[in-house]
Nanobody, 123 residues
Framework: QVQLVESGGGLVQAGGSLRLSCVAS????????MGWFRQAPGKEREFVAA????????RYIDSVKGRFTISRDGARNTMYLQMNSLKAEDTAVYYC????????????????WGQGTQVTVSS
């Protein structure tokens, strides 16, 4: 099993920045690919970004390209999401996920999930 714990969420004004962290523990050699998803009130959970084990391959949804950067520190078993130029529509609970066999936007292919961290962007 892999345990994932997110942190770094909060309230920020539009145009501001936040950095989310996700620390993996347990059988982390199974964590492999890691990703961020988000769920806004009344909406389905959606893929935001993902990163390969090496950190070389990344993928983003179009709406965050150029504003968000995903990265990971293997030595610390930690993944990050640097979010700049935040918009009100970025408001959501952000979830860390791991264990997918390929970079996919499909939720059920990611077996491990964190509890989520709230990001609120005021306009």
């Amino acid at each position: 099993q892999v345990q994932l714990v997110e942190s770094g969420g909060g309230l920020v004004q539009a145009g501001g920045s936040l950095r989310l962290s996700c620390v993996a523990s347990g059988r982390t050699f199974n964590s492999g690919l890691m990703g961020w998803f988000r769920q806004a009130p009344g909406k389905e959970r959606e893929f935001v970004a993902a990163i390969s084990w090496s950190g070389v391959i990344t993928r983003y949804i179009d709406s965050v390209k150029g504003r968000f950067t995903i990265s990971r520190d293997g030595a610390r078993n930690t993944m990050y999401l640097q979010m700049n130029s935040l918009k009100a529509e970025d408001t959501a609970v952000y979830y860390c996920a791991s264990g997918a066999l390929s970079i996919t936007t499909t939720l059920h292919t990611w077996p491990y999930w964190g509890q989520g961290t709230q990001v609120t962007v005021s306009s």
